[in-house]
Nanobody, 118 residues
Framework: QVQLVESGGGLVQPGGSLRLSCVLSGRGISLYDMAWYRQTPGKQRESVATIIGGGRTNYADSVKGRFTISRDTAKNTVYLQMNSLKPEDTAVYSC????????????WGQGTQVTVSS
């Protein structure tokens, strides 16, 4: 059974940085396209960053140039490096894995809270 566990959230001042981690257990991470999503109360969940295939990445316009998604296959972990954080980045960030062999199989982590405030 595939499980995703996120860590690294917390409280940070505007302009600061955080790195989120998501460990995938149960299968090799190279079998999955990985993504980070975020959600705030009353708003729809939005895709923040994705890493697919051989490592191609894609970002939401709101985070381009500030966030970087990366993957360490040896550690079965995907990261989200967040720099120049803004109050509007405050959200619950969740990790998502979609099977490359069968996209019907998708998994979510429990989420980690990121709060950007002075």
């Amino acid at each position: 059974q595939v499980q995703l566990v996120e860590s690294g959230g917390g409280l940070v001042q505007p302009g600061g940085s955080l790195r989120l981690s998501c460990v995938l257990s149960g299968r090799g991470i190279s079998l999955y396209d990985m993504a980070w999503y975020r959600q705030t109360p009353g708003k729809q969940r939005e895709s923040v960053a994705t890493i697919i295939g051989g490592g191609r990445t894609n970002y939401a316009d709101s985070v381009k140039g500030r966030f970087t998604i990366s993957r360490d296959t040896a550690k079965n972990t995907v990261y989200l490096q967040m720099n120049s954080l803004k109050p509007e980045d405050t959200a619950v960030y969740s990790c998502n894995a979609v099977s490359r062999l069968n996209p019907r199989y998708t998994y979510w982590g429990q989420g980690t809270q990121v709060t950007v405030s002075s």
